[in-house]
């Protein structure tokens, strides 16, 4: 393999170029029409635009993707997490063109991309689940026979879901019918699939995934895990690894469950294994998501290791040199996503330019990111400007760390989470480790952001009233003094 295409953007696509670059191997971006001056553009050894800026256009069209790949004479396609990343009939695609595509088997991707095949695929192993259905249910009197018998509330949710969407909480029966109907409309609108079945609502978990490494050769391990309960509409925003909950002998339970749940599927590449955790540390096999995730640099902080390179080398056929034993962590990290949206306007996406941009530097700081200042936040695609990550030796260094790093990171021109996360880190919920994926809900006060940037403005004003008063005062002090230049013009 001497040549890669990443067939995505942003700071994904210039993290996976990184390490492309570093094993010496040569890069190929491609490009919408509104990211042409992007740093993923800039950074690769070749570039292609693909198409308009809207991604069914661009990033989602496969078939450009696979020609231009062949055009150029790259020898695989690595997907990055998102458009295309999950997309079983892409993959096998890529495959049947000779192209290698850095990612699992088309097979494995089909059974997981289900939320539904997934479940039928791990039954035969010991693996704890939700209490719910494992098959579609269309029909409203079934629907609510099934949520009687597991008890209200329960939660139905979209078979090919991702992103939080097609997820509907429901507390009593007579709001099946609306739930259902809206469940099933942005299941069709969203995935082309109406498929909705129904599981037990939890109601207080914690969402925590473990990290899966397993090669073509049926080597499979686990890199610990990424604890994700700080959510908003339940999305992440905040990952940490490891969570501060997990003793090692769970962490133990939970890695060998994730290691079965890919051996099911016949697993190779990277994944992710989700579990939902009640108060009692009982989890639950939730999902498997099949590709790089977004918060994998938690764990490349605690284990050393470059993920992206162990992707690379996996799809290459290299056999794993890792046993499960060389792995170890160290210390803790910590990530925020920092998003373009108004923290004080229910998290809405806050599009413009960025007129000031000024990132945090120093020990135990890793910013992923794919913007400049001047640089614009498209419309068209998910507002990530970044990812804050941060390493401690310990929980509550990485936490003191993050704070001071979020401080000094500097972005004008868009509303961003940086002031969301200061809340997050400055909480005494946060910080205790007692907390869920109802943070958002249980604890988060826009008010508090409007106080502390009030508070923050009235000692910036105080400040600038102090600087004014000494400059006046020395001016002055200046204007008192006689000068051999005014004696010059008396005389
Ligand atoms: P998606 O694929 O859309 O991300 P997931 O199944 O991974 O959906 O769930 C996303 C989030 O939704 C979880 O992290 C959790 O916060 C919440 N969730 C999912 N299933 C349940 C459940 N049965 N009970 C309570 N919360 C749930």
């Given at each position: 393999m001497k040549k890669i295409l990443v067939a995505n953007r942003g700071e994904i696509a210039l993290r996976i170029m990184r390490t492309i670059r570093k094993m010496g191997l040569r890069s190929v971006a491609v490009f919408s029409q509104a990211d042409r001056d992007s740093l993923h553009v800039r950074f690769a050894d070749e570039s292609v635009c693909i198409g308009p800026a809207p991604s069914s256009q661009s990033y989602l069209n496969g078939e450009q993707i696979i020609k231009v790949c062949k055009g150029l004479g790259a020898d695989a396609i690595h997907p990055g997490y998102g458009f295309l990343s999950e997309n079983a009939v892409f993959a096998q695609q890529v495959e049947d063109a000779g192209i290698t595509f850095i990612g699992p088997g088309s097979e494995a991707m089909r059974i997981m991309g289900s939320k539904l095949a997934a479940k039928k695929s791990v039954k035969k192993y010991d693996i704890p689940m939700v209490?719910?259905?494992d098959h579609a249910v269309t029909d409203v009197v079934h629907a609510k026979q099934i949520a009687d018998e597991i008890g209200y509330p329960i939660l139905i949710k979209a078979?090919?879901?991702?992103?939080?969407?097609?997820m509907r909480v429901v507390h009593?029966?007579?709001a099946m019918l609306e739930q259902m109907e809206r469940a099933i409309g942005e299941a069709t609108s969203s995935f082309a699939d109406g498929s909705v079945f129904i599981e037990k609502y939890i109601s207080s978990p914690r969402h925590v995934e473990v990290q899966i490494i397993a090669d073509k050769h049926g080597n499979v391990i686990h890199a610990f895990e990424r604890e994700?309960?700080?959510?908003?509409r339940h999305q992440k925003v905040v990952e940490e690894s490891p969570s501060s909950i997990i003793t090692p002998e769970l962490r133990k339970r939970m890695g060998d469950a994730a290691v079965l749940v890919a051996k099911s599927c016949n697993y190779s590449s990277l994944g992710t294994v989700e579990f939902l955790m009640d108060e009692k540390l009982n989890f639950y096999f939730l999902e498997m998501n099949t590709r790089l995730q977004v918060e994998h640099p938690v764990t490349e902080m605690i284990t050393g290791l470059d993920l992206v390179e162990i992707q690379i080398r996996i799809a290459m056929g290299e056999p794993l040199?890792?046993?499960?034993?060389d792995l170890s962590m160290n210390g803790h990290a910590i990530e925020l996503r920092v998003y373009a949206e108004d923290p004080l306007n229910n998290f809405l996406p806050s599009i413009g330019v960025l007129t000031r941009y000024e990132k945090p530097e120093g020990e135990g700081i890793r910013v992923d990111d794919g913007y400049e200042q001047n640089m614009s936040i498209p419309i068209y695609y998910d507002p990530m400007i970044a990812k804050l990550v941060v390493h401690g030796t310990t929980r509550a260094e990485a936490i003191r760390r993050m704070i001071l790093a979020v401080r000094s990171y500097k972005i004008d021109g868009v509303k961003t989470t940086l002031p969301f996360g200061t809340f997050v880190f400055e909480h005494e919920a946060f910080v205790s480790g007692n907390?869920?994926?109802?943070f958002v809900p249980k604890y988060y006060l826009p008010e508090k952001i409007l106080e502390k940037q009030k508070a923050n403005a009235e000692v910036a004003a105080l400040l600038a009233l102090k600087i004014w008063k000494k400059n006046s005062q020395l001016l002055k002090v200046v204007a008192h003094q006689s000068t051999n230049w005014k004696r010059r013009l008396s005389n």
């Open positions: 209490p719910g259905i078979s090919a879901g991702g992103g939080g969407k097609g009593h029966p007579d994700c309960s700080v959510q908003r040199i890792l046993k499960q034993e907390f869920d994926t109802h």
